[in-house]
């Protein structure tokens, strides 16, 4: 079965620092795509970075940087010196080879961040 | 460029009563997709459309209906509304290039569609 897991519900992380989302992800497709949002408290779903199965590189964004490690099926969100907009839940998905491009997610991470 | 767009943002429909979602991208894209966003928890696909005139289910497809007329349009129908859908709906849009080819495909999703059925 395909799935993502997201243990955290809820991280606090102090301003400038930076702070580590898990997502671990399962799912015996070969070929996928793992993808992570943004959801601020005005709701809108804002993409951040992407990283293939075959990349041989952590995807980086500005501050984001995704953590692969594919044979712990892990595709952590790292986010380097902390601001304030980034409170918002944080969503982990995957994209199957042959799922039509269908999304999975998972249920999410609020991330507080206090100044 | 707008992106997609969604319209209403705000909706509250009695039990039995039917609305249309409305979705709208202007990126050329050839996906589509409709979500539900319940309280606390992750997105979940309900339809989705690969072209015009192409539809699919997803993971909770009941008590809803679409059609894909034309590239950009995507609506979403639900005939009998039920407290139990009571949801934020995402409609999202990506292109993706002929199977087999690898390609980053991002899901861009418009605002959104609180939608509660009481």
């Known amino acids: 079965a395909q799935k993502i897991t997201q243990t955290q519900p809820g991280m606090f992380v102090q301003e400038k620092e930076a702070v580590t989302l898990d997502c671990t992800y399962d799912t015996s497709d070969p070929s996928y795509g793992l993808f992570w949002y943004k959801q601020p408290s005005s709701g809108e779903m804002i993409f951040l970075i992407y990283q293939g199965s075959y990349d041989q590189q952590n995807a980086t964004e500005g501050r984001y940087s995704l953590n692969f490690q594919k044979a712990r099926k892990s595709a952590n969100l790292v986010i380097s010196a902390s601001q304030l907009g980034d409170s918002a839940m944080y969503f982990c998905?995957?994209?199957?080879?042959?799922?039509?491009?269908?999304?999975?997610f998972g249920k999410g991470t609020k991330l507080s961040v206090k100044p | 460029n707008a992106g997609v767009t969604q319209t209403p943002k705000f909706r509250i429909l009695k039990i039995g009563q039917s609305m249309t979602l409305q979705c709208a991208q202007d990126m050329n894209h050839n996906y589509m997709y409709w979500y539900r966003q319940d309280p606390g928890m992750g997105l979940k696909l309900i339809y989705y459309s690969v072209g015009a005139g192409i539809t699919d289910k997803g993971e909770v497809p009941n008590g809803y209906n679409v059609s894909r007329s034309t590239t950009e349009d995507f609506p979403l129908r639900l005939e009998l509304a039920a407290p139990s859908q009571t949801s934020v709906y995402f409609c999202?849009?990506?292109?993706?290039?002929?199977?087999?080819?690898?390609?980053?495909?991002?899901?861009?999703f418009g605002p959104g569609t609180r939608l509660t059925v009481l």
């Open positions: 999202a849009s990506s292109y993706l290039p002929s199977q087999g080819q690898e390609s980053t495909d991002t899901q861009y």
């Open positions: 998905a995957m994209r199957t080879g042959g799922s039509q491009g269908n999304l999975i």
